[in-house]
């Protein structure tokens, strides 16, 4: 087994902090539904922020093969579009965010590239793919940013999210007690 240069208990200790934190995240971002229709608001929502930000970022919506939605902003390279199928794909296969994949790696000291099980042409252990599950069905798409660091990355698609699980819990209790009144 190939493993990476030893952590301080310290910096082991703030590692397991963010990986639960991260876990945390992934369980509450949990959405009630996902559907072509959302994957473009949710991807338009992206592009509003980072343009509002002049991010120079690609932003991307698949599930499996099927590109969703795709946009690559204003100072945006040819290159994030690779790395945005690395990130995805590592978020598809391990069913995690990237970010969640990298810490975890890290903090078992672990190279799955030099062990060869993550492959550098195929997956990218970089944060910014986040997974998007549904309810009663689990992962159904991946959300990926690629243009800033690996740590905005993710928390720009994380927040966004977060931000669509939030409404779309509101809006099915708000119908709920819609129908429970009527």
Request: proline share 4%; charged share 25%.
């Given at each position: 087994m190939t493993s990476m240069a030893p952590l301080t208990d310290e910096a082991r200790?703030?590692?397991?902090?963010?990986?639960?934190?991260?876990?945390?995240?992934?369980?509450?971002?949990?959405?009630?539904?996902?559907?072509?229709?959302?994957?473009?608001?949710?991807?338009?929502?992206?592009?509003?922020?980072?343009?509002?930000?002049?991010?120079?970022?690609?932003?991307?919506?698949?599930?499996?093969s099927q590109i969703l939605f795709h946009a690559a902003l204003p100072g945006a390279r040819p290159d994030q579009d690779?790395?945005?199928?690395?990130?995805?794909?590592?978020?598809?296969?391990m069913a995690e965010s990237s970010a969640l994949v990298t810490l975890r790696m890290r903090?078992?000291?672990?190279?799955?590239?030099?062990?060869?099980?993550?492959?550098?042409?195929?997956?990218?252990?970089a944060g910014g793919a986040f997974p998007l599950?549904?309810?009663?069905?689990?992962?159904v798409a991946v959300l990926s940013a690629s243009g800033l660091s690996s740590d905005e990355d993710h928390r720009l698609v994380a927040d966004a999210v977060s931000q669509l699980a939030v409404e779309q819990s509101d809006r099915d209790v708000r119908g709920s007690t819609e129908r429970a009144s009527a």
């Amino acid at each position: 087994m190939t493993s990476m240069a030893p952590l301080t208990d310290e910096a082991r200790d703030r590692m397991f902090a963010a990986i639960a934190e991260h876990e945390a995240e992934e369980r509450s971002a949990t959405l009630v539904s996902f559907t072509q229709r959302d994957a473009w608001e949710l991807g338009a929502r992206v592009v509003r922020k980072c343009l509002e930000e002049s991010h120079p970022v690609t932003i991307d919506i698949r599930c499996r093969s099927q590109i969703l939605f795709h946009a690559a902003l204003p100072g945006a390279r040819p290159d994030q579009d690779f790395w945005i199928a690395k990130k995805a794909a590592l978020a598809e296969r391990m069913a995690e965010s990237s970010a969640l994949v990298t810490l975890r790696m890290r903090a078992r000291g672990l190279d799955p590239v030099a062990m060869g099980w993550l492959p550098t042409d195929r997956y990218a252990l970089a944060g910014g793919a986040f997974p998007l599950r549904v309810v009663s069905a689990g992962l159904v798409a991946v959300l990926s940013a690629s243009g800033l660091s690996s740590d905005e990355d993710h928390r720009l698609v994380a927040d966004a999210v977060s931000q669509l699980a939030v409404e779309q819990s509101d809006r099915d209790v708000r119908g709920s007690t819609e129908r429970a009144s009527a």
